[in-house]
Each structure stands twice: as C-alpha cells, then as structure tokens.
Nanobody, 127 residues
Framework: QVEVVESGGGLVQAGESLNLSCTASGRTFSAYTMGWFRQPPGKEREFVAASVWSGGSDIYADSVKGRFTLSRDNAKNMVILKMDNLKPTDTALYYC????????????????????WGQGTRVTVSS
C-alpha cells in the first residue's frame, strides 16, 4: 500500500503562482511515475502533468505547458508542481497519483495508469 498526500492548494488571483507538493510512501519512490490530475467544478478529472519514473521526461498537458513545471526529490519522496501565471480556468481540485508499473498498460497521461491517489488539494484562481 502506498500513501499519497498532496498539499499546497489555496486561493490566488489570476497571474499569481502556487506550488503543490505531493509525497508518496515507499522505498522505491524513484521507480514511481507521479502524475498530477485536476477536476474542475462539474467536469471530469483531467491530466495535468507527470513526472515519469527513473528519470524519464516529464510530460505536460497542452493547457499548462510553459506555465507549470515539475520537480522531483527522490530522497524526500516528493514531487512539486510549480504553477505560474495561473488562470481562472486552472481552478480545480488537484490530485496526485502514483503509478508503480511504469505506465505499461495505459499512458502516463491516463488516470487508469495510477494505482494510488491522494485526497486532493483545492486550487481557486480568481479573476
């Protein structure tokens, strides 16, 4: 069992920045793909970004490319999503997921790849 915990959400104004953190338990964190997804009000959960296991290239949704950046600290079992130039359309409940199978069955941008999820952290961007 892997415990995933997100933190860092809050209320910001458009154009501001926010950092979300995600930690996952376990001794093989470097082998996890850690994905961020979000669920805007009244909508389906959608892919945001993924930190691919063992040093693979990070991937981003087109809607956040150039504004959001992932960083990873395997020693702390932590991934950080740095969100710059936030827009009201970024308002959502943000979830972090851990994939322990290298996205072998689905893509790393597919929520079905992820075995464990956190409870989510809310981000609200006012105009």
């Amino acid at each position: 069992q892997v415990e995933v915990v997100e933190s860092g959400g809050g209320l910001v104004q458009a154009g501001e920045s926010l950092n979300l953190s995600c930690t996952a338990s376990g001794r093989t964190f470097s082998a996890y793909t850690m994905g961020w997804f979000r669920q805007p009000p009244g909508k389906e959960r959608e892919f945001v970004a993924a930190s691919v296991w063992s040093g693979g290239s990070d991937i981003y949704a087109d809607s956040v490319k150039g504004r959001f950046t992932l960083s990873r600290d395997n020693a702390k079992n932590m991934v950080i999503l740095k969100m710059d130039n936030l827009k009201p359309t970024d308002t959502a409940l943000y979830y972090c997921g851990a994939d322990l199978q290298g996205c072998v069955h689905f893509g790393c941008d597919d929520l079905n790849s992820y075995d464990y999820w956190g409870q989510g952290t809310r981000v609200t961007v006012s105009s």
